[in-house]
C-alpha cells in the first residue's frame, strides 16, 4: 500500500529556496506535486515520469522548480529557487499507477498529507 509522507516546507523570505521531500514514491509511479492556497483550487505544479527521465511544469513555475527523484530511496523532491509570496500554498505530492506523466489530479490515486510553504514578501 502506497504513503506518502512529505517535509521540508516551512516560512522563508521572498528571493529564498526550499526544498520538500516526499517519501513512499514507488519507482514504478509517475509522481507529481500539486499546491493549494487559501479559497483555491488545488493547482498542478509538477510531475514526473517513473524512471525519472521526463518532466514538466506548470507555467508559473516553470524556471525556478525542479522536480526530481531518487528510486533508491523512493523519494521525490521539489527544489524550489526565487520563491514569490505567490507560491505561499499547502504542497501536495500525488502517486499516480501510470508510469508516465500525468498534470490532472484526477489521474493521481494517492496524496500525501501537505506541507506548508509561506513566503513572506
Known amino acids: 500500500q502506497v504513503h506518502l509522507v512529505e517535509s521540508g516546507g516551512g516560512l522563508v523570505q521572498a528571493g529564498d529556496s526550499l526544498r520538500l521531500s516526499c517519501t513512499g514514491s514507488?519507482?514504478?509511479?509517475?509522481m507529481g506535486w500539486f499546491r493549494q492556497a487559501p479559497g483555491k483550487e488545488r493547482d498542478f505544479v509538477a510531475a514526473?515520469?517513473?524512471?525519472?527521465?521526463?518532466?514538466t511544469y506548470a507555467d508559473s513555475v516553470k524556471g525556478r522548480v525542479t522536480i526530481s527523484r531518487d528510486n533508491a530511496k523512493n523519494t521525490m523532491y521539489l527544489q524550489m529557487n526565487r520563491l514569490k509570496p505567490e507560491d505561499t500554498a499547502v504542497y501536495y505530492c500525488?502517486?499516480?499507477?501510470?508510469?508516465?506523466?500525468?498534470?490532472?489530479?484526477?489521474?493521481?490515486?494517492?496524496w500525501g498529507q501537505g506541507s506548508q510553504v509561506t513566503v513572506s514578501s
Open positions: 500525488a502517486a499516480s499507477p501510470n508510469p508516465w506523466l500525468t498534470i490532472f489530479r484526477e489521474g493521481y490515486r494517492v
Open positions: 514526473i515520469s517513473a524512471a525519472g527521465g521526463g518532466t
Open positions: 514507488p519507482s514504478t509511479y509517475g
